[in-house]
């Protein structure tokens, strides 16, 4: 089946740096998702991305889809301590109605 | 009130018990599934559902079933639980293929 690889698996950083993670495929997807998990707590879906090449951004954070539709990208800029959570690649290719997600990046961001 | 509600939100049981994970939702939406969250393994998909009528397993069904009792209802069930069935449990809904919105999770221990 579909595969996705997120990196990194974890991050430590200082309060106000920028943060970028990815998600790679040997397959062709056709949305991306951006997902965020708070301790305790189901995802909550931060950006969604349609088409290839697009860029989306939602407050601090920029999503990007991958050109050769394989990728997207997630960047967090001036982060603050409330970023800390897990945060969830996804994307949905052939299977229809079925997401597919990556491993997750932990971010821990210290003031 | 949450729209999606998940009961239990902590359980622990034995070996060989039999388990039911309840999903319920006042979204509305005809989509309902189920997922298992493990360290460093993401979301994987049990089973879902598209309407009452439908079922459908995931990537690692066995050892479960599932129910669909009315659109807004969705349970999971472990027939006999094993330890390696000791893992978060989420539910989700969506309306469209893509956005799926997430219960708070099921926390259960399989002694």
Not at chain 2, 6 to 26: H, V
Not at chain 2, 76 to 87: D, F, K, V, W
Request: glycine fraction near 10%; hydrophobic fraction near 30%.
């Amino acid at each position: 089946g579909q595969q996705l690889n997120q990196s990194p698996q974890s991050m430590f950083i200082q309060e106000g740096e920028d943060v970028s993670m990815n998600c790679t495929s040997s397959s062709i997807f056709n949305t991306w998702l951006w997902y965020k998990q708070d301790p305790g707590e189901g995802p909550v879906l931060l950006i969604a991305l349609y088409k290839a090449g697009e860029l989306t951004s939602n407050g601090r954070l920029t999503a990007q889809f991958g050109i050769t539709r394989k990728d997207s990208f997630l960047n967090i800029s001036a982060s603050i301590p409330s970023d800390v959570g897990i945060y969830f690649c996804a994307g949905l290719g052939t299977s229809y109605g079925k997401l597919t997600f990556g491993q997750g990046t932990i971010l821990t961001v210290h003031p | 009130d949450a729209d999606v509600t998940q009961t239990p939100r902590n359980r622990i049981t034995k070996t060989g018990k039999r388990i039911m994970l309840e999903c319920s939702q006042t979204k509305g939406h005809d989509r309902m599934y189920w997922y298992r969250q493990d360290p460093g393994l993401g979301l994987r998909l049990i089973y879902y559902s598209f309407d009452v009528k439908d079922i459908n397993k995931g990537e690692i069904s066995d050892g479960y079933s599932v129910s669909r009792q009315a659109q807004a209802k969705f349970s999971l069930s472990l027939e006999s639980a094993i330890p390696n069935q000791t893992a978060l449990y989420f539910c989700a809904t969506s309306d469209r293929v893509d956005t799926q919105y997430f219960g708070p999770g099921t926390r259960l221990t399989v002694l």
